[in-house]
């Protein structure tokens, strides 16, 4: 904690995030839980010392096999039992669709405790407009439901990271042609 908040000061960073890591085998649920919600009532804590939030993110396990808050649902119990305002969800688009499904009804539901959102584009976690998902909806959907925070980019760029830019004109097209 300490180093994470000396990096934090160095960068201003109002906003940490905060994985759970791997399930532990032969180590009970319950056990591991309780490890939780203490390490993260205790993260939460300093953090709000200095007036920063801590992002709580759920990952699939599909692709992180054995991760220990694979679904929004997850997270939000995780929320619930921290009871600190400061603790907050980081909402990745990528991981909700691959886990959850039904992305927008998700953004509905848990907009309130959402406080940072990261896209990605599914199969492959590739830029925005390289799979199933409808982003010129979603990001008008973001816009209506009053989402003021950030949207951060978190993806496999394909072909490479100057051909994966390339997603910015097409949904740029698509919003102005609609």
Known sequence: MDRALEYA??????RLNCLAGLRLEGVAHAVQWDALVKNV??????????????????????????????TTSDAVRLLDEVADPSVRLQFDVYHVQRMEGDVTARLR???????????????????PGTGELN??????????LGYDGFVGLEYVPEPDTAGSLAWRERLQSTVQGA
């Open 9 to 14: 000061a160095i960068l201003d960073c109002p």
């Open 41 to 70: 009532r205790y993260a939460s804590g300093r953090l709000a010392e200095e007036s920063r939030t801590l992002l709580v993110e759920p990952v699939n396990d599909k692709d992180v096999a054995g991760f220990f808050l694979p």
């Open 109 to 127: 539901l848990l907009l309130p405790r959402i406080a940072h959102l990261q896209v990605a584009d599914n199969p492959g976690r590739h830029q």
């Open 135 to 144: 982003f010129p909806f979603l990001f008008d959907e973001l816009d209506r």
